[in-house]
């Protein structure tokens, strides 16, 4: 595991937009796994840029996002369509049909997961798969269990994730409680993971997360066990570590 911490917001986003640009450059077919939340606006803002001054493109990559809440319309404000199209993938190259992410409004949920799954397996393995990681050490919306499910599954949100993700609802109670997330197992087939984390307040979860016990009830700390992880962090995350 490679950690590196970062002086400025301004550093780690153009490090993290860096790895991804060169992964692009060297692999212009590169199969990107990708996340929502606060943590990636800045690295998507930096690889915008990047597009805009042609450094690089996506015309033959394809995307994989990580969730989708369940029962939202792909139009919401708060869906991760939503959410990829407005960061992402309305300011670059990228083929929409090469743009992947559960169907949180399928009639038959179960049924879309093995479509995601099987989408996945049939895409070959995904080059780097973009993380974040919630107060409570999830990944994706792998939340902290006795047991974790492999591959994609619907999973009930927490309390505490909801709570972290009103931000981007009107009111809190609009934070759907089920999400589709692919699996610790899923994510951990990817070549290579990209983790970036950013404040004081996730500051003690990366510690557990990255020097703690490797435990289901810390999803990240399953981390420790895949060979080529990237850790971007800022001061403030970084600051509990030893
Ligand atoms: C997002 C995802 C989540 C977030 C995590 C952190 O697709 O799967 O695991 O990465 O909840 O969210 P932020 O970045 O908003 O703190």
């Known amino acids: ?35 929502t939340g606060g943590t990636p606006v800045g690295i998507y803002e930096e690889l915008v840029r990047a597009y805009q001054a042609g450094t690089v493109s996506f015309q033959n990559a394809s995307s994989f996002n990580l969730d989708e809440y369940i029962g939202l319309e792909r139009t919401h404000e708060a869906s991760y369509y939503t959410f990829m199209q407005q960061h992402l993938f309305s300011q670059i190259d990228i083929a ?60 009930q949100l927490r309390e505490q994730t909801r709570e972290a993700n009103a931000r981007f609802f009107d009111t809190p109670d609009q934070v759907p409680t089920q999400a589709i997330t692919m699996g610790v197992g899923t994510i951990l087939k990817a070549k ?18 990255l020097q703690g016990p490797i435990t289901t009830e810390c999803p990240a700390s399953l981390l420790q066990t895949h060979p080529h992880v990237v850790v971007l962090l800022d001061q403030e995350a970084g600051s509990l570590l030893v």
């Open 192 to 209: 290579m993971i990209l983790l970036v984390v950013r404040g004081r307040d996730k500051a003690e979860i990366v510690k557990q997360a």
């Open 96 to 155: 929409p049909e090469r743009c992947h992410i559960p169907n949180g409004k399928a009639d038959d949920l179960d049924a879309e997961c093995l479509r995601y799954e099987k989408l996945l397996e049939d895409s070959g393995q995904i080059d780097l798969q973009l993380l974040g990681i919630g107060h409570n050490g999830h990944i994706g919306f792998n939340e902290p269990d006795g047991t974790l499910t492999r591959g994609t599954h619907v999973v």
């Open 1 to 35: 595991m490679n950690i590196l911490t970062f002086q400025t917001q301004d550093a780690l986003n153009q490090a993290g937009a860096g790895i991804i640009t060169a992964l692009l450059q060297t692999n212009p077919n590169a199969r990107l796994g990708l996340a």
